[in-house]
T-cell receptor
Framework: AQSVTQPDIHITVSEGASLELRCNYS??????LFWYVQSPGQGLQLLLK??????LVQGIKGFEAEFKRSQSSFNLRKPSVHWSDAAEYFC?????????????FGKGTKLSVKP | EAGVTQFPSHSVIEKGQTVTLRCDPI?????LYWYRRVMGKEIKFLLH????????ESGMPNNRFLAERTGGTYSTLKVQPAELEDSGVYFC???????????FGSGTRLTVV
């Protein structure tokens, strides 16, 4: 069965520092991968997605993610974190066993930003 | 364009009561999904509508949950009777047919006491 693992439950970084959030997936073929962010009081917002092609994907708010098949990973990165990036981040994979569009999510990583 | 709207944003009910959550998808989006996040756990799929038809309800926890989508527009998720373990945040998402970029609502936080 497909699964998504986000190993870090909570990460704290200083404002201006770089950020990398880890995501590992389990699926035999090329997955459709997503990163979502949930800011306090808000819904889930799509940051970026990977379906095929260039393995380095650019998203909104200065985020990028790199698909690495050999490591079954899709880590999210940002070169310089802003205080407004404090939120919870979710990695997800499209569930090929389900109906069109069924997503399988990781448990999320909560990001805190120190001034 | 308006986003996906969910209401209420919060609901606190007693065990045994009935609660109905509502989701208004983006106009024209055929696909509508319900997900739930129980505290400390993953966001999990509940069910999927294509227009007014249930495409996949494999994630529905039990028969206390009933989802409908009237005329292929808004959807409701009714929990009757509510149990303590039903507490969590219920998300709705929508997407156009054939497109894998879902727009999520802000969620309804349900607390059963």
């Amino acid at each position: 069965a497909q699964s998504v693992t986000q190993p870090d439950i909570h990460i704290t970084v200083s404002e201006g520092a770089s950020l990398e959030l880890r995501c590992n997936y389990s699926y035999g073929a090329t997955p459709y991968l997503f990163w979502y962010v949930q800011s306090p009081g808000q819904g889930l917002q799509l940051l970026l997605k990977y379906f095929s092609g260039d393995t380095l994907v650019q998203g909104i708010k200065g985020f990028e993610a790199e698909f690495k098949r050999s490591q079954s990973s899709f880590n999210l990165r940002k070169p310089s974190v802003h205080w407004s990036d404090a939120a919870e981040y979710f990695c997800a994979v499209l569930n090929y066993g389900g109906s069109q569009g069924n997503l399988i999510f990781g448990k999320g990583t909560k990001l805190s930003v120190k001034p | 364009e308006a986003g996906v709207t969910q209401f209420p944003s919060h609901s606190v009910i007693e065990k045994g009561q009935t609660v109905t959550l509502r989701c208004d998808p983006i106009s024209g989006h055929d696909n509508l999904y319900w997900y739930r996040r129980v505290m400390g756990k993953e966001i999990k799929f509940l069910l999927h509508f294509v227009k007014e038809s249930k495409q996949d309800e494999s994630g529905m926890p039990n028969n206390r949950f009933l989802a409908e989508r009237t005329g292929g527009t808004y959807s409701t998720l009714k929990v009757q009777p509510a149990e303590l373990e039903d507490s969590g945040v219920y998300f709705c998402a929508s997407s156009p047919q054939g497109y894998y970029g879902y727009t999520f609502g802000s969620g309804t936080r349900l607390t059963v006491v």
